[in-house]
């Protein structure tokens, strides 16, 4: 497979919309490629090795205790989740046919993906999509879904942007790390109105954008706001709000396709924000 098949194959995936070509060549020589015959196994649950793959060529199956999961095709990744978590594997992959990954190992994920909000934000969907079928599939109970939502919480507080969630009455429900940048500590913004924070005229039009109910195409991307910073913080005094580029959607207890179709049953549970600062140096 030449090295521009590989970067066809690249900007299959869901993310690399967000990537310049640069970097996703970058990304092709920071990384190893692994070829698998067919049968031949990836590697089993309960192993350990810090990487994720993408399929850039072949057919590969993720099963479980000997249930099959999913199918992994040109253009899908996984095993990101090895990256962010020191614990085994929970599930087993091998190649259906004769197949052709790239690994992409820790310091590469670094340098070239986890620091890009949007890729962040396409990797959040496409886990939340995929842990919901594979509860289906699994059916291993509450127990799995606790381990799932402990997943996700040490993705968002590996991420440096500040990132938010607020339920549909406009209360903070949580909040990563990165809320230090404004001075608190996650626990002190917990349960406190969004607009509380908020540094500007909280209009409709704002309240429609930031908090908002949209999912997919129509989601909110990079709208310009300002956050106040905790008055009892050393920060305060120093500076009084900062300015983020905020991107928003909605969170629902349905897949996106059911959101956007009419009359289908859903509950919204509110809003998911990734603010990210690019001017402020923390070294003050």
Request: charged content about 25%; glycine content about 4%; some cysteine.
């Amino acid at each position: 497979m030449t090295a521009n098949q590989k970067i066809a194959a690249l900007k299959q995936v869901s993310f690399s919309k967000f990537i310049d070509d640069d970097d996703l060549w970058y990304l092709l020589y920071a990384c190893e490629s692994v070829s698998l015959q067919a049968d031949e196994i990836l590697f089993e649950e309960k192993s350990f090795k810090e990487s994720m793959y993408v399929v850039l060529d072949g057919k590969l199956e993720v099963y479980k205790q000997n249930k099959h999961i999913a199918f992994m095709e040109v253009g899908d990744f996984f095993g990101e989740m090895s990256l962010l978590e020191s614990k085994p594997r929970s599930a087993s992959v091998r190649a259906v046919s004769d197949s052709l990954l790239l690994e992409v190992e820790k310091g590469a994920f670094s340098n070239y993906i986890s620091s890009n909000t949007k890729v962040v934000w396409e990797i959040l969907t496409t886990l939340s999509k995929r842990n919901r079928e594979d509860l289906d599939v699994i059916d291993s109970g509450y127990g799995e879904l606790i381990r799932s939502e402990e997943k996700y919480r040490r993705i968002v507080e590996s991420i440096s942007d500040l990132i938010l969630q607020v339920d549909p009455d406009g209360i903070i429900s949580y909040v990563n790390q990165s809320a230090s940048i404004l001075g608190y500590e996650p626990e002190e913004l917990i349960g406190k109105p969004f607009i509380e924070i908020f540094d500007g005229e909280w209009d409709k039009r704002t309240k429609y954008n930031v908090l908002t109910r949209r999912v997919g195409p129509r989601t909110t991307t990079n709208m310009e706001i300002s956050l106040k910073v905790n008055p009892d913080s050393s920060l305060y005094g120093l500076i009084w709000y900062l300015p983020f580029l905020v991107s928003a959607s909605g969170v629902w207890n349905v897949p996106q396709e059911f959101v956007v179709k009419k009359d289908s049953p859903k509950e919204f549970l509110g809003s998911l924000l990734v603010a990210r600062n690019d001017k402020m140096d923390l070294t003050l």
